[in-house]
């Protein structure tokens, strides 16, 4: 998703040929634990929610729903998982591509130069010249249809976040019993005495 | 057999001191909750398997209010619980601290409730813990139970 716009200026061989408008590129995950009584209810809950909103539904597993959200309803979204029960564990980050991006435009922009070269050449070759000029111009527009195909795929995936809503941790390590604490009476205070002293 | 019987008092009252101390406080069970009657510590329960215990232990090293406050909730979260709520009620004009803490235990996740009271050489404890779905939908109950406990004077 676009958010922060950069104002960059694409050098080559330390000239500045061509001021262009840049914005960081970067893909939304988000996470949570949600804890509520009846998981089935929730999950078709949440199956609406998303499908009503542009999102759509990748997995869902007794213990796990994975979903794709319009980024810029991620933040409804997670208030409405939040109303749903008790979130215990709630992750949210995103990973920067915007030099992946740079790097699909800078390719493009020296390809396109390239081309506009070799359509001058093939404006004034004469008939001899003209097949092997053609073959190039005709690979160089492949590549650049290309680089714009993975340029859009990827503008595209940052528009949706990857939510995994899980029903229970996920992580199962259990916290530890007693502790290393300094002060003895800390070191007492945990769920397993508290559940052994009623055994 | 006097004797005898005086000895058992005897060893019985030595314990409750040596112990700490024993019943300086008070505390209700949250409703719907049996209270068990063995024990220094106030303990309760309820059908479907929340557990409420309600203790005091001493002050030591001596440390105020503030201190613990932070110290319980560094060592909650490094002993590997997910605190979803630490703050700071009053009951009876008095600070006390709120924990909610969330681990997997078994198959199941557990939220477990810890409040922790300061008066000068004692440290008051009240702890609920259950499945995270019931003691969600017990959380008023066992919150007015924490509110109703105090030291005695």
């Known amino acids: 998703m676009i958010f922060i716009i950069l104002v960059l200026i694409i050098c080559s061989g330390g000239k500045a040929e061509e001021k262009i408008e840049v914005t960081s590129v970067y893909h939304v995950n988000a996470h949570c634990v949600l804890k509520t009584g009846n998981r089935e209810c929730a999950a078709e809950k949440i199956n609406q929610i998303a499908e009503n909103n542009g999102g759509w539904l990748i997995l869902q597993k007794p213990d796990i729903i994975n979903l794709r959200m319009p980024v810029e309803f991620m933040n409804d979204f997670l208030e409405t998982i939040d109303s749903m029960g008790i979130i215990t564990d709630k992750v949210y980050n995103r990973t920067d591509h915007t030099a992946q991006y740079l790097n699909i435009i800078a390719q493009i922009q020296a390809r396109q130069s390239l081309l506009n070269q070799y359509l001058a050449v093939l404006d004034s070759s004469g008939t001899e010249g003209i097949y092997p000029v053609s073959r190039s111009v005709a690979d160089l527009q492949q590549g650049l249809e290309e680089l714009e195909g993975s340029m859009k795929g990827m503008l595209e995936r940052m528009k949706y976040a990857n939510v995994k809503i899980y029903f229970r941790f996920f992580d199962r390590r259990q916290p530890v019993a007693t502790g290393k604490s300094n002060f003895e009476w800390l070191n007492s205070v945990n769920l397993h005495s508290l559940l052994e002293d009623f055994r | ?153």
């Open chain 2, 1 to 153: 057999m006097f004797f005898v019987r005086s000895k058992i008092i005897l060893l019985l009252i030595s314990l409750l001191i040596l112990s700490g101390c024993g019943r300086q406080f008070t505390a209700v069970a949250p409703e719907g909750f049996a209270v068990y009657r063995a024990g220094s510590a106030f303990r309760a329960a309820s059908h479907d398997r929340l557990v409420y215990r309600v203790k005091c232990t001493e002050n030591i090293p001596y440390a105020e209010f503030s201190f613990w406050k932070e110290a319980l909730t560094k060592r909650m979260s490094d002993a590997g619980y997910r605190v979803i709520n630490d703050s700071v009620i009053q009951i009876n004009d008095k600070d006390a601290l709120f924990l909610e803490l969330v681990a997997p235990l078994g198959d199941s996740d557990y939220l477990y409730n810890i409040l922790m009271m300061v008066e000068g050489k004692k440290i008051l404890l009240a702890e609920a813990a259950g499945e995270v779905e019931i003691m969600h939908k017990n959380r008023e109950k066992i919150i007015k139970a924490f509110k109703s406990i105090g030291f005695k004077n």
